[in-house]
């Protein structure tokens, strides 16, 4: 064997044992790809009952209203937080149409775990719900109060094991309560191992709760209860949910306010089409951007969506995107419902919808 050939097959084995090599080491990367679609407006089949279906979105103690048409919430399939990605994939994922891939760490924040990724995923997914609900009622012009409500408690405080998250609370002692500064205030006219008699609702009914305050570890002497306190909301419509498989993330809020809003509304908002969309809600009903727009985009159009609803902010992510569906901008509720009730009369190309 000459030199020259024995330096071409070094060279050869060593290219051929680097893209093996390239080819199975893990990159610090995670894809995207369009995922599937569900109908907020029909039903799903209920789990661990095969052939059994439920409505998404259930809703009583109000007039309801038949629907017509199909309003698809979208997804995105992305990597799992303890799956392996190599360079190649991560490379296709990058050129080819529709796909892309993303520093890992912009999705799952470093030292994440599968479980703490998917409970932050569930979540944000019952935020997305409840504050759908409050928007959809506000919109409808049924009344909602805003009031006191315990996001969170603390491990090993006196309230754990008394008090819950989203507990609303109507009094501290005598005190009645309406501000959340004011539970704070009023626990602060007690001693510290006093008895706190709280008055909540918990999911609808009135509960009396008993708690002993605590010293502040902050600040010596100060009565607490170990509750965080935020702003909840009190209605009488019961709306519940249910998604018949695991979703999660705050994307699906707009959707899901829209989805009750035709339900309480006389009318069918969608009059027999097929629209599909994506979007945080906040309770007042403005709408967020959210991630993978294209991919939802695709996503919808294989479902057979001719309108997509696509929040103002995400917008600039689609400009020059080679689809077929009518990609229409919404910043609130309201203006989801405006154009919806002008594409219900002109169609997917009317020419009044605020296109983005």
């Known amino acids: ?143 909602v109060s805003e009031i006191p409500m315990v996001t969170a408690v603390t491990v090993g405080a006196p309230a754990q094991g008394k008090l819950e998250p989203g507990d609303l609370i109507v009094s501290v002692g005598d005190r009645s309560i309406k501000q959340v500064d004011d539970v704070g205030a009023a626990i602060r006219t007690y001693e510290v191992g006093q008895l706190v008699t709280f008055v909540v609702l918990r999911h609808g009914a009135r509960t009396t709760v008993e708690v002993n305050t605590a010293s502040s570890a902050a600040q010596s002497g100060v009565p607490v209860v170990g509750i965080s306190v935020g702003t909840g909301y009190s209605y009488e419509p019961t709306i519940s949910f249910d998604l018949g498989e695991q979703l999660g993330g705050p994307s699906a809020g707009l959707v899901f306010a829209l989805a009750i809003y035709d339900k309480i509304t006389p009318g069918a908002l969608l009059d027999g089409r097929h629209v599909a969309g994506t979007g945080t809600i906040t309770p007042t009903g403005t709408v967020g951007p959210i991630g993978g727009i294209q991919q939802k985009i695709a996503g919808a159009e294989r479902a057979g969506a001719t309108v997509f609803l696509v929040p103002a902010a995400n917008c600039g992510g689609v400009v020059g995107l080679d689809t077929h569906v009518s990609l229409v901008k919404i910043g609130t509720l309201d203006e989801a419902v405006a154009e919806l009730n002008e594409v219900r009369t002109g169609g997917p190309d009317a020419a009044g919808l605020a296109r983005c």
């Open 1 to 143: 064997m000459t030199r020259q050939t024995w330096t071409a097959l070094v060279s050869a084995l060593t290219f051929i044992a680097l893209a093996a090599l390239l080819a199975v080491i893990a990159v610090p990367y995670v894809t995207w790809s369009p995922g599937g679609t569900h109908d907020a407006l029909g039903d799903v089949s209920a789990q661990g009952e095969t052939g059994h279906e439920e409505p998404m979105i259930t809703v009583s103690g109000i007039d309801t209203f038949p629907t017509s048409g199909e309003l698809d919430l979208t997804t995105v399939a992305v990597t799992s937080p303890e799956a392996r990605l190599s360079l190649p994939e991560a490379l296709a994922a990058y050129w080819l149409p529709k796909r892309d891939a993303l520093p890992r760490e912009s999705v799952y924040p470093p030292g994440t775990t599968a479980e703490e990724s998917q409970q932050r995923e569930t979540e944000q997914m019952n935020t997305s719900q409840d504050d759908a609900i409050v928007a959809a009622l506000r919109e409808a012009g049924e009344p």
